[in-house]
């Protein structure tokens, strides 16, 4: 099982990007999916998830400008980032907890991170 982030790159202060992340391999199910960011010098941090129902969470310095969703047929979960700041910079990270085939558990995978940076 393999998860694939893509849609990083440079946006101006008040720009937007859109993050993707797919996941791929042998898989029964994905439960939760989300997105978590890591800046220089910092932990990483949750920034949003979403339910295989489509229920949400965000973090509170990203409400209202970003928004989480998915498309289950396509095992994908899209970030969308609006009004960008210059605190957004970090390395997105996907994240999934998914079961196998074959499996009775989920197991948390993560993506191999896209940069975000915001700057003038």
């Known amino acids: 099982v393999q998860l694939q982030a893509s849609g990083g790159g440079l946006v101006q202060p008040g720009g937007s990007l859109r993050l993707s992340c797919a996941a791929s391999g042998s898989i029964l199910r994905i439960d939760i999916m989300g997105w978590y960011r890591q800046a220089p010098g910092k932990q990483r941090e949750l920034v949003a998830v979403?339910?295989?129902?489509?229920?949400?969470n965000y973090a509170d310095s990203v409400k209202g400008r970003f928004t989480i969703s998915r498309d289950n047929a396509k095992n994908t979960v899209y970030l969308q980032m609006n009004i960008l700041k210059s605190e957004d910079t970090a390395v997105y990270y996907c994240n999934a907890d998914i079961v196998r085939s074959g499996a009775r558990y989920s197991t948390a995978y993560w993506g191999q991170g896209t940069q975000v940076t915001v700057s003038s």
């Open positions: 979403i339910t295989r129902g489509g229920s949400t």
